[in-house]
């Protein structure tokens, strides 16, 4: 028998830090590497030690690039880890954008609490500056998915398709010929711009997502409301604006707007894209043509369709324009980012309208928006709200209930152990107990750093 430790070091009773460490004779694997966001309680525990030995971990596996999986990388390395970061081309495409993202508001956020002393150090230092970032970059190496990667004598894994945003996979990791799968975020069965996910066929060991496990995304009619809200918003001669997150989000909003214009839904109204990240992250699409339904012709044909702000003078002239236009810009909850210079700006108008578009977590000005909070601080003011607030909550890039349940549907054999992984409280427990109902599988609920050994 040969013993396989997981350590579950984060995304563990609660969705955010994902990280998975296997120990196994031959090789210590860690899956995914992200950075705990959201509530301070959650944030403060980036800045704990990881409680292993970071020089010991050979390889780093990540399923996407979001921030919740790949933004502790930086901290990994400068703790000692040297290994590869294993990943998708264009999962590593958007992890390097995230991290220098991420590692640019590190730092300008450090700067900012020395010069107005509130921080509790006397020197308050980045959680990773820009050039640990780039280090970080450079232990990159890419691979196709559905190709089997050694990585010792008797473990493989390979990387397959699961929808959730470009380049996003599940794991199939087999270790002493047993079946780890590790699901990563699963995408929708129905997305205008990616496949539906593949499915995994066989898993002696389940690690399940469980965002959405106690929930089902409302029946919206996505275009109704967005083409109401442009006619109100020209009827007014207003803005709308609409924060949206930079990876995906944006993409999918360009795409249907562009669809509405295309089948005359909605007349020929400005739209401008303000969003830096964004355009990164549009040529991540440009570039990896087979990881997305668009063809190059039409991803051409939709750039051309907006107006692709890049300086920030042209935010102003965007915001002066007096004609009734559409403002994309991030960050999607608000939280920072090109959009709070809109809003300090238009908000307090009556003909402005905000859209918000997807989960806005607590904390952040976006639920305060959502909320009906008649004020909203923004670079230490108060600004009024006179605006209309709005909200799409179905265009998600996550599974909800049902498609979880079809994801796992495809698995052949009863998993020797589930793991919810990657949920809050309530949607762990729902989860365990609707699987329990409708696949017979007892599933367990780690807990933040719990240890599972299983012998092989
Ligand atoms: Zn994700």
Same mark, same amino acid.
Do not use: C
């Given at each position: 028998m040969r013993k396989v430790s997981i350590k579950f070091l984060g995304a563990s009773g609660t969705v955010t830090g994902s990280k998975f460490y296997i120990e196994t004779p031959e090789i210590n694997i860690l899956v995914d590497c992200g950075m705990f966001q959201g509530l301070k309680e959650l944030r403060e525990k980036n800045w704990q030690p990881l409680p292993i030995d970071v020089s010991k971990v050979d390889v780093v596996l990540l399923t996407h690039g979001h921030l919740d999986h790949t933004g502790y990388l930086p901290r990994?390395?400068?703790?000692?880890?040297?290994?590869? !970061?294993?990943?998708?081309?264009?999962?590593?495409?958007?992890?390097?954008?995230i991290l220098l993202d991420s590692a640019k508001i590190q730092?300008?956020?450090?700067?900012?609490?020395?010069?107005?002393? *509130?921080s509790k150090h006397p020197v308050a230092l980045p959680f990773y500056n820009l050039e640990e970032a780039e280090n970080t970059i450079k232990l990159f190496s890419g691979v196709k998915k559905d190709e089997w990667i050694e990585l010792s004598k008797n473990i493989k894994f390979k990387f397959q398709f699961n929808g959730h945003i470009i380049g996003s996979t599940f794991i199939h990791l087999e270790i002493f010929e047993k079946i780890f799968i590790f699901s990563g975020d699963v995408g929708r069965l129905n997305d205008e711009l990616l496949d539906p996910p593949e499915r995994p066929k066989w898993a002696d060991y389940l690690f399940l997502e469980s965002t959405y496990g106690n929930k089902l995304h409302p029946e919206e009619n996505i275009t109704e409301i967005l083409s109401n809200l442009?006619?109100?918003?020209?009827?007014?001669?207003?803005?709308?604006?609409i924060p949206s997150f930079a990876v995906e989000r944006l993409q999918l909003l360009m795409y249907?707007? &562009?669809?509405? *214009?295309?089948?005359?839904? !909605?007349?020929?109204i400005p739209i401008f894209?303000?969003?830096?990240?964004g355009n990164n992250v549009l040529n991540v699409f440009q570039k990896y043509p087979d990881w997305h339904k668009l063809s190059m012709n039409a991803y051409e044909a939709m750039c051309n369709h907006f107006t692709i702000i890049t300086s920030y003078a042209d935010t102003w002239k965007t915001i002066d324009d007096p004609r009734p236009k559409i403002v994309?810009?991030?960050?999607?909850?608000?939280?920072?980012?090109?959009?709070?210079? *809109?809003?300090?700006?238009?908000?307090?108008e009556p003909k402005t309208n905000v859209l918000l578009v997807g989960y806005q977590s607590e904390g952040t000005r976006g639920r305060q928006l959502l909320e009906g909070t008649h004020?909203?601080?923004?670079?230490?003011k108060f600004y009024p709200v006179k605006a209309s607030i709005h909200f799409i909550e179905s265009l998600s890039a996550h599974?909800?209930?049902?498609?979880?349940?079809? &994801?796992?549907?495809?698995?052949?054999?009863?998993?020797?152990?589930?793991?919810?992984?990657?949920?809050?409280?309530?949607?762990?427990?729902?989860?365990?107990?609707k699987i329990r109902d409708t696949k017979g599988w007892e599933c367990h609920i780690p807990k933040l750093n719990e240890i599972v050994d299983l012998w092989l």
């Open positions: 990994l390395v400068k703790e000692g880890f040297k290994g590869q !970061i294993i990943a998708t081309e264009p999962t590593l495409s958007i992890a390097r954008i730092e300008e956020q450090a700067n900012k609490a020395n010069e107005e002393g *509130y442009i006619q109100k918003t020209i009827n007014d001669r207003g803005t709308l604006i249907l707007l &562009w669809q509405m *214009y295309k089948k005359n839904k !909605i007349p020929n894209i303000d969003s830096p990240m994309i810009a991030g960050s999607g909850m608000v939280t920072g980012g090109r959009v709070l210079t *809109y809003l300090k700006q238009l908000i307090d004020e909203l601080k923004m670079f230490g599974a909800d209930q049902a498609e979880l349940l079809h &994801w796992i549907d495809n698995i052949k054999n009863i998993p020797e152990n589930v793991f919810l992984i990657h949920g809050e409280p309530g949607a762990l427990d729902a989860f365990k107990v």
